[in-house]
Every structure is written in C-alpha cells, then in structure tokens.
C-alpha cells in the first residue's frame, strides 16, 4: 500500500474529499463524501471521478509510487431508488 499502513484514515484539506478510511490488509481505501460534493459527482463518469481522487492521492502522497486501482466502486445513493441519498 501508498499510505502508512498503521493509519485506518486519513484527512485532507481537499474541500470536496475531507477523510479516507483504509484497509490496509485489503490494500482498500474508501474516500467518503457528502452533501453538495456527493450530488456534484454523481453528475461525473467513473473515469472523472477516479482521475480527480488519484490526483488528490498523487499530491498527498508525493514521494510515493500511487498505483492506478485494479478495481473501483463508486455509488451514487441519491439516484437509488431504495436509498433516496441516505447514508
């Protein structure tokens, strides 16, 4: 993994991507959103989505190799029908 395995989050100063969770054993981050940033995304593809969190990773992580993810799920809760945006 790119981050300090001892660390289950991270936080930024992104406006729009304030905390990571981590899962180091997994090699699994979770980068958690809300409100206002959360529906400006849904608008986005996958491929914009992930470019701008690689950015943000690349930029915190400078001295460090960031590998492009080998999978990736981003949902959109406010157009489920089931979750109506809810977390």
């Known amino acids: 993994v790119f981050w300090d395995p001892t660390c289950p989050v991270f936080f930024t100063t992104s406006p729009k991507y304030r905390f990571v969770l981590c899962q180091p054993k997994s090699a699994l981050v979770w980068v958690k959103l809300c409100a206002k940033t959360s529906l400006e995304l ?3 593809s996958d491929e914009e ?3 701008e ?3 943000l990773f690349r930029t915190i992580f400078a001295d460090r190799e960031v590998p492009w993810p080998t999978r990736s799920l981003i949902t959109r809760w406010n157009r489920d029908r089931f979750a109506c945006g809810a977390y």
């Open 53 to 55: 969190v690689m950015s």
């Open 49 to 51: 989505i992930i470019d």
């Open 42 to 44: 849904e608008e986005k």
